[in-house]
């Protein structure tokens, strides 16, 4: 209690106590050295509109397309969904992969790529600036979920409360799984005497 | 020897509180809060050793001033003795403590247990964090879990509390009582979402909200007005967090180093014209005190003195929070006492019998 105040931190000792090197890889975080700029995830928050009725748009489409995925088969045409999935949404939203897109409740930002992975809303470390606490050169992924979320028609969906990440879907593609729980309720609202 | 005091158990200190209609817990700052009367709470900062004194050291000078004490679970990513372990010493004596779990370094699995392990000791009141990133602390190659968050984790003790279930469904045979907090920081960006994102907390099971260092009191303020408009302060109990300033550099280093808290350059600018900056730095703290009790639907403080913790009694004594109320304060038993007079002298004599002594002394 009435120790003196140090006048260096843990944490500045740690840093210092670390061998010295010109390469220095730890300056960043393991979830931010995967990718190297934000410009196109920002381009999507600020388009956040014109994507949320492109992506309404395309699950018509992908549900209409429900027989057909369902004749091939949903497990054998994940694999190659996912490798069109991956690589679109990791061009244009910086996507994870974590299997349960809540990207319309998230002003079209991902909150995968937020090195706590908030599912709800920003932490209190948001800096003055509207940047991470985490790393200081990326704006707060929630920030700007806000603030696509305030052009969105839907926008209000943010307010809903996300249910914790289910691990086990990592790696699977959300599109597929979104349209056969689409269809498996379109289903169940024709007959509903059918599912009882 | 003084009357029993207001919410004790009369079986026993350590003892939860017999449960009242509309509370969740059978805890004392539930009560305190729902009674209407001002709470003030503060955090313990916790020992780096193995050591029961160490935490019965420093909650002591918190005696009588304070309704519940924050155990921090490892706050700013620093190791330190764990929130769990101080609570088991803290309820052991009778104290309110309120667990803090922050979701850095549990999974879900390892939350639920310690949320059923900690009401089992009496834990009346949790605050779900998120925690602070592993890079600020001690050990930043640790693994950040971030498994939930703060408001899935809110809404997990939610479920089983009021469901009495696990977030897996199966079933709790005797379900945990606590009070729900939760942080707010209403002093960083995005502003306008702070109040609404609040509103998402109560959603998800919060009945109490401690916010972040308050320097700027326009600005908690406004936030407070936001939160009444929304209908806030009715569902939740909000206690405005503060603290003194030990110096005008060390409210400089927190401002730069520190992410969260929001530090007007008006009150460096105090300190700094001070004569004696530690106790301006009392003073200040005193007069945000005296802001903020004033803001409707502040239902009290939360006095975060982090080495600075003999200040909290003198801070909570010269704002008159308390309004000449005494929080719950550990006395010594008059069985103790009686023990403690007749036998005290063992622990003094010095006798040393061996055991031939005690042979002849036998015959």
């Known amino acids: 209690m009435s120790e003196k105040q140090p006048a260096v931190t843990q944490a500045t000792l740690v840093k210092k106590a670390a061998p010295k090197s010109d390469y220095k890889p730890a300056d960043v975080s393991p979830q931010r050295r995967v990718q190297r700029t934000f410009a196109v995830r920002l381009w999507s928050i600020r388009h956040s509109r014109l994507l949320e009725w492109f992506y309404s748009r395309f699950a018509d489409v992908f549900l209409l397309l429900h027989p057909l995925w369902k004749g091939i088969g949903y497990s054998r045409v994940e694999a190659p969904v996912k490798f069109v999935e991956k690589r679109v949404k990791g061009f244009m939203f910086d996507c994870r992969m974590c299997g349960q897109c809540v990207l319309s409740s998230t002003g079209m930002s991902c909150p995968m790529n937020c090195p706590k992975q908030l599912r ?22 929630w920030v700007k979920a806000w603030e696509g979320s305030r052009n969105m028609v839907h926008g209000d969906k943010i307010l809903t409360v996300q249910k914790p990440v289910d691990q086990s879907l990592r790696e699977t593609s959300a599109w597929l799984r979104v349209t056969a729980q689409a269809a498996a309720a379109r289903e169940t609202n024709q007959n509903p005497g059918a599912s009882a | 020897m003084n009357a029993r005091q207001r919410d004790e158990n009369p079986a026993g200190i350590h003892l939860p509180l017999d449960p009242l209609p509309g509370h969740t817990s059978r805890g004392r700052l539930e009560r305190v809060l729902r009674r209407g009367e001002f709470a003030v709470t503060t955090e313990l900062n916790p020992p780096d050793s193995a050591d029961p004194e160490d935490v019965y050291n420093r909650a002591k000078i918190f005696d009588g001033w304070v309704d519940a004490i924050n ?37 879900r699995i390892a939350i639920q247990g310690d949320v059923l392990g900690g009401a089992a000791m009496g834990v009346a009141n949790m605050l779900c964090l998120t925690g602070d990133g592993v890079q600020a602390g001690d050990q930043p190659g640790a693994k950040p879990v971030f498994d939930l968050d703060s408001m899935s984790l809110l809404e997990t003790i939610r479920i089983m509390r009021d469901n009495g279930k696990f977030l897996s469904g199966r079933k709790l045979t005797t379900p945990p009582q606590v009070f729900l907090g939760c942080a707010v920081n209403p002093f960083a960006p995005p502003y306008d979402f702070r ?24 600005m908690f303020k406004t936030f407070m007005q936001k939160a009444r408009d929304l209908g806030h302060t009715e569902k939740l109990f909000l206690l405005c967090g503060v603290g003194p300033l030990a110096s005008a550099k060390t409210a400089k280093w927190i401002r730069s180093n520190v992410p969260g808290i929001h530090i007007p350059d ?6 700094e014209g001070a004569q004696d900056q530690k106790k301006e730095g009392k003073q200040l703290c005193i007069d945000i005190i005296n802001e903020v009790k004033e803001i409707p639907g502040v239902a009290g403080i939360h006095v975060m003195a982090y080495r600075q913790e003999e200040y909290v009694a003198e801070i909570v004594d010269e704002s008159g929070v308390l309004k000449g109320r005494q929080p719950w304060k550990r006395e010594i038993r008059r069985d103790d006492q009686l023990v403690a007079e007749r036998l005290d002298h063992i622990l003094h004599d010095e006798i040393t019998e061996t055991q031939v002594d005690m042979v002849k002394t036998a015959h």
Request: aromatic residues 4%.
């Open chain 2, 71 to 107: 155990a921090v679970d490892a706050s700013g990513a620093n190791c330190h003795m764990s929130s769990v372990g101080i609570c088991a010493l803290l309820t052991r004596m009778g104290y309110a403590p309120i667990m803090q779990i922050a979701c850095r370094d549990k999974n």
């Open chain 2, 195 to 218: 109040p609404i994102h609040l509103g998402k907390k109560i959603a998800a099971g919060a009945q109490f909200a401690q916010t972040q260092y308050c320097f700027d009191v326009p």
């Open chain 1, 120 to 141: 709800n809303g920003p932490c209190g470390g948001v800096r003055a600036n509207g940047n991470c606490e985490v790393e200081p050169d990326m704006p707060c992924v």
């Open chain 2, 266 to 271: 008006a009150v460096i600018k105090r300190l």
